[in-house]
C-alpha cells in the first residue's frame, strides 16, 4: 500500500493559482498512475487530472484544460496539481489517488483506485 497525503489547498479569490502537492510514502509510485480528483458539497467525487506512470501521458476533465497542469517527481515520490485562473465552481476536497499499474497510460476512473489521500480543501471566493 502506498500513503497519500496532500498538501496546498485554501480558500483563494476567483482568479488566482494554487498548486497542490501529493507526498507519497510506503513505496515508489514510480509504479503508479496518478490522479486528482475533487468532490463538491452534495456532487459525486470526479476525476480532475490524471497522469501515466511516467508522467508522458496525462488527461483533463474539459472543465479543467487549459487551466490544470498534473506533474509528478518520482524521485521526490510526489505528484502536483497547478491550478491556474481558479473559478468558484472549482470549489471541492481535492484527493489524490494511486494504482499500481504495469502500462505507462492513464486511469481516469475514480473505480479503478484503490489508494487515496484525506483530501485538501480548495475555495475559491467570487
Known amino acids: 500500500q502506498v500513503q497519500l497525503v496532500e498538501s496546498g489547498g485554501g480558500l483563494v479569490q476567483a482568479g488566482d493559482s494554487l498548486r497542490l502537492s501529493c507526498a507519497a510514502s510506503?513505496?515508489?509510485?514510480?509504479?503508479?498512475?496518478m490522479g486528482w480528483f475533487r468532490q463538491a458539497p452534495g456532487k459525486e467525487r470526479e476525476s480532475v487530472a490524471t497522469?501515466?506512470?511516467?508522467?508522458?501521458?496525462?488527461y483533463y476533465v474539459a472543465s479543467v484544460k487549459g487551466r490544470v497542469t498534473i506533474s509528478r517527481d518520482n524521485a521526490k515520490n510526489t505528484v502536483y496539481l497547478q491550478m491556474n485562473s481558479l473559478k468558484p465552481e472549482d470549489t471541492a476536497v481535492y484527493f489524490c489517488?494511486?494504482?499500481?499499474?504495469?502500462?505507462?497510460?492513464?486511469?481516469?476512473?475514480?473505480?479503478?483506485?484503490?489508494?487515496w489521500g484525506q483530501g485538501t480543501q480548495v475555495t475559491v471566493s467570487s
Open positions: 489517488a494511486a494504482v499500481y499499474t504495469s502500462h505507462d497510460r492513464t486511469i481516469n476512473s475514480k473505480e479503478f483506485y484503490g489508494n
Open positions: 497522469i501515466s506512470r511516467s508522467g508522458y501521458n496525462t
Open positions: 510506503g513505496r515508489s509510485i514510480s509504479n503508479y498512475a
